[in-house]
Antibody, heavy 121, light 107 residues
Framework: QITLKESGPSLVKPTETLTLTCTFSGLSLSTSGEGVGWIRQPPGKALECLAVIYWDDDKRYSPSLKNRLTITKDTSKNQVVLRMTNMDPRDTATYFC?????????????WGQGTQVIVSS | EIVMTQSPVTLSVSPGERATLSCKASQSVSSDLAWYQQKPGQVPRLLIYGASTRTTGIPARFSGSGSGTEFTLTISSLQSEDFAVYFCQQYNKWPRTFGQGTKVEIK
C-alpha cells in the first residue's frame, strides 16, 4: 500500500521560496517505472500538475512554471522535495503529492492528504 | 498544451437517476484519460483510467467510455455518496492537464 504525506510551511510571504517535502512509503524511487509528483489546487479551482520526478531522475515540469520549480528526490529517505521560487498570492493553493507510473501510466494514484499554502504578507 | 473541457459545469440529478458527464480534449489523447472524484474537503480519488477501466474498489455503477477527443463518465444510478466534483485528466502528452471539473449536485 502506497502512502504519501506532504509537509512544509502553511504561510509564506510574497517573493519567498516555498519548499515542500513529500515523504512516502510502499514504493521506492529506485524501482524502475516509479514516479512521484506534485499537483496543486487553488481554492475552488481546478487541478494543476506542477512537476513529476521518475526513478531515473527524469523530471517533467509545468511549462508555465518551469522557471520557478525544482523537483528533487532522496531515494534513501523516500522523499521528494519541490521548491517554488518567487511566491505570489496567486500561488495560494492546496499542494498534493501524488504517485505516478512511467510504464503503464494510469493517472495519479494515490494522493497525499494535501497541504494548504497561503501566500500573504 | 492539451486543453481539457468538461461539461456541464454543474449537473443536478436526483438520487437513483443516471448522470452523464462529458470531457473533451483539444487534440487526441488516445485512451490516456483518467477520471477522479473529489468530495468537499477530501483528496481526489482515481476512479477510472485508460478511459474505461475502473480502479480497484470502484463500484460498477461508474463507467467510462470514449477515445481520441471525446469521453464520457456515466454514473448509472446516483447514490448519496456520489455527489461530488469529477475531474478528467489526460496523460497522453506533457504537461498532464485536467478539466475544470463537473459538480454533481442533488436535485
Amino acid at each position: 500500500q502506497i502512502t504519501l504525506k506532504e509537509s512544509g510551511p502553511s504561510l509564506v510571504k510574497p517573493t519567498e521560496t516555498l519548499t515542500l517535502t513529500c515523504t512516502f512509503s510502499g514504493l521506492s524511487l529506485s524501482t524502475s517505472g516509479e514516479g512521484v509528483g506534485w499537483i496543486r489546487q487553488p481554492p475552488g479551482k481546478a487541478l494543476e500538475c506542477l512537476a513529476v520526478i521518475y526513478w531515473d531522475d527524469d523530471k517533467r515540469y509545468s511549462p508555465s512554471l518551469k522557471n520557478r520549480l525544482t523537483i528533487t528526490k532522496d531515494t534513501s529517505k523516500n522523499q521528494v522535495v519541490l521548491r517554488m521560487t518567487n511566491m505570489d498570492p496567486r500561488d495560494t493553493a492546496t499542494y498534493f503529492c501524488v504517485h505516478s507510473l512511467w510504464f503503464g501510466e494510469k493517472g495519479f494514484d494515490p494522493w497525499g492528504q494535501g497541504t494548504q499554502v497561503i501566500v500573504s504578507s | 498544451e492539451i486543453v481539457m473541457t468538461q461539461s456541464p459545469v454543474t449537473l443536478s440529478v436526483s438520487p437513483g437517476e443516471r448522470a452523464t458527464l462529458s470531457c473533451k480534449a483539444s487534440q487526441s489523447v488516445s485512451s490516456d484519460l483518467a477520471w477522479y472524484q473529489q468530495k468537499p474537503g477530501q483528496v481526489p480519488r482515481l476512479l477510472i483510467y485508460g478511459a474505461s477501466t475502473r480502479t480497484t474498489g470502484i463500484p460498477a455503477r461508474f463507467s467510462g467510455s470514449g477515445s481520441g477527443t471525446e469521453f464520457t463518465l456515466t454514473i448509472s444510478s446516483l447514490q448519496s455518496e456520489d455527489f461530488a466534483v469529477y475531474f478528467c485528466q489526460q496523460y497522453n502528452k506533457w504537461p498532464r492537464t485536467f478539466g475544470q471539473g463537473t459538480k454533481v449536485e442533488i436535485k
